[in-house]
């Protein structure tokens, strides 16, 4: 089970992007919850988004009214949709997740994880 991180790139400021985190791995997998996190260089990682298994959504001040977190349970992806970006939203991005799954003996785990980084440049 695993997660994938998409949709990063280059733009130049006041540009959108809009990032996934898809899980995989297992037929049954789900993700329950989910946050986006950034680590700029030489800063920490921090957490821009984040929304819960039911939907309640969070940001940090710095990317509210400016970034929309959601998801398609279908798809069993978390997306991050950003908007009017800023030179300061430059870092590579992270996506962190509880997911529900069956195991061969049709019993619920529950893990959390962590996709890979997807870099975000944006230009001034």
């Known amino acids: 089970v695993q997660l994938q991180a998409s949709g990063g790139g280059l733009v130049q400021a006041g540009g959108s992007l809009k990032l996934s985190c898809a899980a995989s791995?297992?037929?049954?997998?789900?993700?329950?919850?989910a946050g986006w996190y950034r680590q700029a260089p030489g800063k920490q990682r921090e957490l821009v988004a984040h929304?819960?298994?039911?939907?309640?959504?969070n940001y940090a001040d710095s990317v509210k009214g400016r970034f929309t977190v959601s998801r398609d349970n279908a798809k069993n992806t978390v997306y991050l949709q950003m908007n009017s970006l800023k030179p300061e939203d430059t870092a590579v991005y992270y996506c962190?997740?509880?997911?529900?799954?069956?195991?061969?003996?049709?019993?619920?785990?529950?893990?959390?994880?962590w996709g890979q980084g997807t870099l975000v440049t944006v230009s001034s």
């Open positions: 929304i819960s298994s039911g939907d309640s959504t």
């Open positions: 791995g297992r037929r049954s997998v789900r993700i329950t919850a």
């Open positions: 962190n997740a509880d997911l529900l799954y069956y195991n061969d003996h049709e019993e619920p785990v529950v893990m959390r994880s």
